[in-house]
């Protein structure tokens, strides 16, 4: 498999534009590959007290926001799939908040939490680079709208670039690290 280039915008709803030119680089997967230790980075020296928390009232707790994010690959993930596999069914979108209210992310301790995350990210570059030249630009319906599967590998790594982004700027102004 080359290089999976930058999907052209034409191959996503506008939605996810933020999120592709979020990421800075040319090498996706190399770029996927590295979002674990990044993370870590983040989030090293907070307490899980701190971790149990959001920023503001009713903002997520930062275990809830890297729990969306995993929630988040696992959908992105599973949509590549099944279009790389030419399932051509539709498929629903899903509610992030309901996702996040549900998922007991604040009863997990932080380092399971960043445990899922590295290894379903090693599993999905593993499945991302299976993909060849033909597979990665084929398409599916997500939410209403096409998609191309070379999009969907460039939107999980900018919707976690974005979140990291958020981590830094608001979690952990607060927390004035």
């Given amino acids: 498999m080359g290089m999976i280039t930058r999907p052209e915008p034409g191959e996503y709803s506008q939605y996810y534009h933020g999120y592709i030119q979020s990421v800075e680089g040319g090498d996706i997967l190399k770029i996927l590959k590295q979002q674990p230790a990044e993370l870590n980075d983040i989030l090293n ?3 899980e007290k701190q971790c149990e928390t959001g920023y503001a009232p009713g903002k997520w707790s930062i275990k809830e926001l890297l729990c ?3 929630d988040s ?3 992105f993930a599973y949509r590549a799939l099944r279009f790389a596999r030419k399932d051509r069914t539709p498929l629903p979108g899903f509610e992030q908040d309901d996702y996040v209210k549900f998922s007991g992310a604040n009863d997990r301790g932080i380092a399971s939490l960043i445990n899922e995350f590295e290894h379903l990210r090693l599993a999905n570059v593993e499945l991302f680079s299976s993909f060849n030249n033909i597979t990665i630009h084929r398409t599916g319906e997500a ?4 998609v191309s599967i070379r999009a969907l590998v460039w939107i999980t790594a900018g919707h976690s670039a974005h979140h990291f982004r958020i981590l830094r700027e608001k979690y952990l102004k607060e927390y004035e690290l």
């Fill in 45 to 47: 020296g907070l307490s």
């Fill in 68 to 70: 969306h994010i995993i």
């Fill in 73 to 75: 690959e696992r959908v």
């Fill in 143 to 146: 939410n209403h709208n096409e």
